[in-house]
C-alpha cells in the first residue's frame, strides 16, 4: 500500500474526450462552494453545508492534495473526482484502500461526465499505483451512483446501515476496465 501523499502533485493535466481533469485553482473556488452548499448534489450525502460557512472557511485556492482532480469542461469546473485512502473506515472492507469518491453540478448531470472523469482518473491511478485496488461507498437508493459504479466496474462487497440509510460498499479490483 502506496501512501497517496508520496505522489508528485499534481500530475500533468488528464485529457479525456471531452473533460480535463487537473489540480484546484483559485478560479474554483466558486464552484466548490456551489458543490458543497448544493441540496441536490448532497441530497445522499447528508445534505449540504451553509453557504456562508463555506464562503468563511474555504480558502482562497481550494487545497490541492494528492487524488483531488478538478473536472473541467471547456474551461469551467463542473465537478470533482476524488480518489483518497480510506483509512480509519469503519468497513473492513475498504480500510487502507483507495476511495473513489465525486461530485458534480447539477446542470453537468446525464451526459457522461462522470463516467467519463472517474475512468480516466481511475485509469491514472492504476499507472501510478498499479496493484491496489478502489472502493466506492453509496447510498443504496442513489440509483445513478449505483449506475456508476457498475459501469466503472465495481462489484458489491456488503450493504450496510449508517448515517440512517442503506449504503452500497464496491470493489474495483486493480486493472478493471473503465468505460
Known sequence: MTDLGTIP??????????????????????????LLASPE???????????????????????????????????????????RRATGHRRPAAADKA??????????WGFGYATEACAAALNWFDDTLPGEPVVLTTQS?????????AKLGFTEVERFE???????LGLRAPGTPSD
Open 162 to 168: 449508517a448515517w440512517e440509510a442503506e449504503q452500497w
Open 41 to 83: 448534489v448532497h441530497t445522499y450525502l447528508g445534505g449540504p453545508r451553509p453557504r456562508d460557512e463555506l464562503e468563511r472557511e474555504l480558502p482562497a485556492v481550494p487545497e490541492r492534495w494528492p487524488g483531488s482532480f478538478v473536472v473541467d469542461f471547456d474551461g469551467s469546473m463542473i465537478g470533482q473526482v476524488l480518489l
Open 141 to 149: 437508493a442513489n440509483l445513478n451512483s449505483m449506475r456508476l459504479a
Open 9 to 34: 502533485w499534481p500530475p500533468a493535466p488528464i485529457t479525456t474526450e471531452r473533460l480535463v481533469l487537473r489540480a484546484p485553482e483559485a478560479r474554483d473556488r466558486p464552484t466548490f462552494i456551489e
Open 99 to 108: 476511495d473513489l469518491g465525486y461530485l458534480f453540478l447539477p446542470q453537468a
